[in-house]
């Protein structure tokens, strides 16, 4: 590193004249980035999630370790008591855990996110001509795969456990892709969150609120009906239960009810609702 | 010519602080324009507002006649921000940094791939370019961070303290690579704690303390201010001071300063020639001395003489840091200052 002096064709390698005319750079800018830029910028930072996966596999430990040791744990605990026996109780359960593994994962969308935002390179991000939406946008869509991961052990685990789903191939593959999509959906509750709260402990923290009530009371580990009809009553409109119900349909019977048409909706008002908030908040105030 | 940055009245308040206190700052094309001041001043809140990462409460700022506050992607499309603290992803490699940022202002992959190389190695990175930068040292990461601004050849970068934590041959370095970017057309907007650093780079200089602006000129006319150097006498019997400072003020017209501790007197000279003349008339009034020493003036001195009270009283004041250009842990103005210490 003898010199550091630069030679007069840095950067944009063959194009353009030596030195910079600052007239033409402002007459080439644009004042906003159009839908193609936003989507290819998302790319680009969705690739920077990937790598860093790839480097910290520790942030597989959640999607891996959870959902095995969930499934294992609620079936012998709570089968008996409320199926009679485990092999009864995990059409009832699997689909339960499949939901609450969603709900976790979107959580620790949130949480890693806002950890992630404290770093440094997140003022570059900020400063470069890019969407606002990409650096939110791009870690979530390489959390796809984190979802992929929980959703599939869960029911590599429930099938190891004897679990037969009457749902087939295909019943399996909707509740599948259901967990996936309701998990990155719910990812932008939590995303927002993450824009608004002063650490990632906080959002933790926060997060565990929503998170707790929503999963255990709902109808992911016992039957609505066997609970006291106010109890009952929010259990019937809390969407987690619409999740669950619509992943039973699918799993178990292979059926594509209304339920599944509702919980598709749910999934779609709440990236209608809260992406804008977060994108909004994040360009604000970060 | 538009300026490359017009600012007038700029405000930012955080609470009861006001920060940046109507910051008025022109700076031309071509230039490096130097904001010089300590710790807490405001530097790093200016140089914020002005690259959109934080909203500008008052005034009015253009970047090349864009507007910051209207059209905040404009701007970003013409600036190169270099952050005090080196704003690269510590989980990827140089290479892969240089290559996102790349791709993210929508240079083609492959085109990417060529000016992360070429990058890497005109910075002196080459060797680097496939080791996590969570490896790197801070000179390396300040470096890979100035590369990561240079992808676009932006025509105006801000750099916030470019140097400061770099040993002195690193920070050499640096202003060999910030004087060769204004040589390819770029101009430069940079912050500083050190005279020193604002002296050997800018072409004008605004010095700023408690969110204002409290002068500004060339590095020439701030020093006139000050004087071109500085004696520094310590006195072998500090009893001696008073009429060591009478003795001092007959021989030249710059008002010494006393800093009775250590029973030192700081004078202001236009001259180096002057202090054989301060010397001769000590020792004909049989003062003893304990040490004799030429120095450049410090900032802290600067600061005495155009604000009246020195920059170390604030540093209390200014978010508990201490204060490294004043006292002497400044490498950049021990380097440079024609020392000559004389033992008794
Ligand atoms: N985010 C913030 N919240 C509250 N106070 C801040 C914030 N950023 C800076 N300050 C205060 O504003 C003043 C100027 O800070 P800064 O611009 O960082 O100074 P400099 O870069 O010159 O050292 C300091 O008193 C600092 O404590
Ligand atoms: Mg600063």
């Known amino acids: 590193m003898s010199t550091l002096a630069l030679p007069p064709t840095i950067g944009q390698a063959g194009a353009g004249p030596a030195t910079i005319d600052p007239a033409e750079v402002v007459a080439r800018t644009s004042s906003r980035p159009s839908p193609s830029q936003a989507v290819a910028q998302t790319f680009s930072m969705a690739w920077r999630a990937t790598k860093m996966m790839r480097r910290n596999p520790e942030q597989f430990f959640d999607v891996t370790i959870q959902p095995l040791l969930f499934t294992a744990m609620f079936a012998y605990v709570f089968g008996g008591a409320i199926s009679g026996s485990v092999s009864d109780y995990l059409p009832l359960m699997i689909p339960g855990i499949l939901a609450q593994t969603a709900l976790i994962t979107s959580m620790a969308t949130g949480v890693q996110l806002r950890d992630d935002m404290e770093k440094g390179v997140f003022d570059r991000f900020k400063a470069l001509p890019i969407s606002r939406l990409a650096p939110l946008a791009g870690p979530m869509m390489a959390d796809l795969i984190r979802y992929g991961v929980a959703a599939t052990l869960t029911l590599a685990s429930g099938i190891a456990m004897g679990y037969r789903p009457g749902g087939g191939v295909l019943g399996v593959l909707g509740g599948w892709l259901l967990t996936i999509v309701s998990g990155w959906s719910l990812a932008w509750v939590f995303t927002w969150i993450g824009t608004l709260a002063r650490s990632a402990q906080a959002v933790q923290g926060m997060s565990m609120l929503i998170m707790f009530p929503l999963t255990f009371l709902s109808n992911a580990f016992v039957p609505a009906e066997s609970l006291p009809g106010w109890l009952e009553a929010f259990v019937k409109v809390n969407p987690v239960s619409h999740v669950v119900t619509a992943c039973r349909d699918l799993i178990n019977d292979g059926a594509v009810t209304a339920q599944v048409g509702w919980a598709l909706v749910g999934c779609v008002a709440l990236v209608v609702i809260f992406a804008p908030l977060a994108v909004r908040s994040y360009a604000r105030k970060m | 010519m538009t300026n490359a940055v017009d600012v007038t009245g700029l405000v930012k308040a955080f609470g009861d602080v006001r920060a940046v206190n109507g910051i008025d700052l022109e700076v031309r094309q071509g230039e490096i324009f130097g904001v010089l001041g300590p710790n807490g001043a405001g530097k790093t809140t200016t140089l914020r507002m002005l690259a959109t990462l934080l909203p500008i409460d008052e005034g009015e700022a253009r970047i090349f006649g864009v507007d910051v506050r209207r059209e905040p992607h404009r701007v970003r499309q013409i600036l190169g921000v270099t952050g005090q603290y080196a704003s690269v992803d510590e989980n990827l490699t140089a290479a892969e940094n240089l290559r996102l940022f790349a791709r993210l202002q929508g240079i083609s992959r492959r085109q990417a791939r060529t000016i992360a190389m070429e990058l890497l190695d005109q910075f002196g990175l080459a060797d680097a370019a496939d080791r996590l930068v969570s490896k790197f040292s801070g000179g390396m990461r300040r470096r890979l961070d100035l590369a990561a601004s240079m992808i676009t050849r932006p025509p105006l970068i801000f750099l916030d303290e470019p140097t400061t934590g770099l040993d002195p041959r690193t920070r050499g370095q640096m202003w060999d690579t910030i004087r060769s970017l204004v040589v390819q057309g770029s101009t430069i907007l940079l912050t500083t704690q050190y005279l020193d650093e604002a002296d050997q780079l800018a072409d004008r200089i605004a010095v700023i303390d408690h969110g204002r602006k409290v002068a500004e000129g060339t590095p020439e006319e701030l020093k006139a201010q000050v004087g071109s150097s500085t004696l520094q006498v310590t006195l072998a019997h500090s009893d001696d001071r008073d009429l060591a400072m009478a003795v001092v003020r ?51 001195e600067v600061f005495l003489a155009i604000t009246g009270h020195g920059a170390e009283e604030r540093a209390d004041t200014a978010a508990g840091t201490g204060w490294p250009g004043g006292t002497n842990g400044d490498n950049g103005t021990n380097d440079t200052s024609g020392v000559l210490e004389v033992a008794r």
């Open chain 2, 250 to 300: 007959g021989v030249l017209a710059g008002e010494p300063t006393l800093s009775p501790e250590s029973g030192r007197i700081a004078v202001p000279m236009t001259t180096a020639d002057d202090a054989a003349d301060v010397l001769i008339a000590l020792r004909k009034a049989g003062v003893g001395i304990q040490a004799v020493n030429v120095d450049r003036p410090t900032l802290d």
